[in-house]
């Protein structure tokens, strides 16, 4: 090759590494699905036909159990039970988690952690109901870009999850 083509393969290459290195950041970023928010499905621990699980246990002392509609948590002892899988978020920014389903007995925990389940973002109790519920819980994700949602229960708690989904608010301040 001559000194000329030598010259152009390098700047060819120089520009492709500094526009990778300026978009990379961006390959971080949730992309579209904050249109309708992050749909978490009902699986745990394993997919199906094709569909990766969204949820995993985290105990072993935790009686999961899985219908069409509803995933079914009992606490055999106080603790971690489920969690979700890495979900991709903005940073400092508000979401709300949107909750259908039902705490059948003893009290349950949903808590907002980062990814690494390392650092605490919000948390809320979920006393039993006697029926189907919503929950809203909105909280602000501070610096981290990627977040966890996280079930605790106690002894002999019983937790029906129906649906779950993540929604960005648009704002950054003021959360709530």
Not at 4 to 25: C, Q
Not at 123 to 142: C, I, K, M, N, Y
């Amino acid at each position: 090759m001559s000194r000329k083509t030598d010259s152009l393969v390098i700047l060819a290459l120089a520009i492709a590494f500094l526009g990778g290195v300026a978009w990379f950041p961006r390959s971080l970023e949730p992309g579209r699905s904050e249109v309708d928010g992050t749909r978490l499905n009902l699986l745990i621990d394993q997919g199906a036909s094709g569909v990766a699980n969204d949820w995993f246990a985290a105990s072993p002392h935790v009686k999961l159990s899985r219908t069409a509609e509803t995933l079914t948590i009992q606490g055999t002892e106080d603790g971690l039970q489920i969690m979700s899988r890495g979900l991709a978020v903005y940073g400092d920014e508000c979401y709300a988690l949107e909750i259908r389903g039902r705490a059948a007995a003893g009290t349950s925990r949903l808590a907002i952690t980062d990814e690494d389940q390392r650092q605490l973002l919000q948390q809320w109790t979920l006393g039993a109901t006697s029926r189907d519920a919503e929950w809203r819980l909105v909280f602000q994700t501070g610096s981290y870009r990627r977040i966890a949602v996280v079930l605790f229960g106690e002894f002999e708690s019983d937790f029906r999850l129906q649906a779950a989904r993540l929604v960005r608010l648009h704002q950054t301040t003021a959360c709530g």
